[in-house]
């Protein structure tokens, strides 16, 4: 046919076209909705969770494999501590860390239960603070919740460590 050569034919075009939809589309698409959700004003949002939330609707990322690679620094005690990562106004200087355990923190707020993240968001488009934040989420007192959170999210990437050690071991078996 005429000039669209290039693009049905199952080479390059396509795979651009299936990463778009896949991962591009999701990843905007859910900029839009937090925007949406923080009333349109994007700068309530914390910047760690615009990113990792996005992120986590790319259906091209291996986001438990992610999150276990980090874990291995978590588990040595290489991580912001969450009250640090969350109050982060600007990019830190590790910006590498800064998405991966972003990735990691929304992974398990969206593991946490069905209504977690959207508690978590609740709380922080209605301008409370991530104490508050945490509480919801979590249902857990509000006094240090961000504490509490870190606590349990350290438990949750311990396990993810432990799990994908096993994963590895099986792996080699087969």
Known sequence: ????????????????????????????LTHAVINEFF?????KTPRWLHEAVAGRFEQTRDHYGAAA????WVVAGEYFRLRDL????????????????????????FEAGPDAMYAFLSELAAGNGHDAACAAALGIPEKGAVEEFEKRWVDWMRR????DLDIKVDSTQT
Not at 39 to 43: A, H, I, L, N, R
Not at 69 to 72: N, S, V
Not at 160 to 163: A, G, L, P, V
């Open 69 to 72: 690679r980090l874990a291995r």
């Open 160 to 163: 993810r460590y432990i799990k």
């Open 86 to 109: 969350f109050e982060q106004k600007v990019y830190p200087e590790r910006i590498e860390l800064f998405y991966e355990q972003s990735a990691a923190v929304v992974l398990y707020l």
């Open 39 to 43: 009333g349109g004003q994007s700068s």
């Open 1 to 28: 046919g005429g000039g669209g050569g290039r693009g049905g034919g199952g080479g390059g075009g396509q795979q651009v076209w299936k990463y778009g939809i896949e991962s591009v589309l999701p990843h905007e």
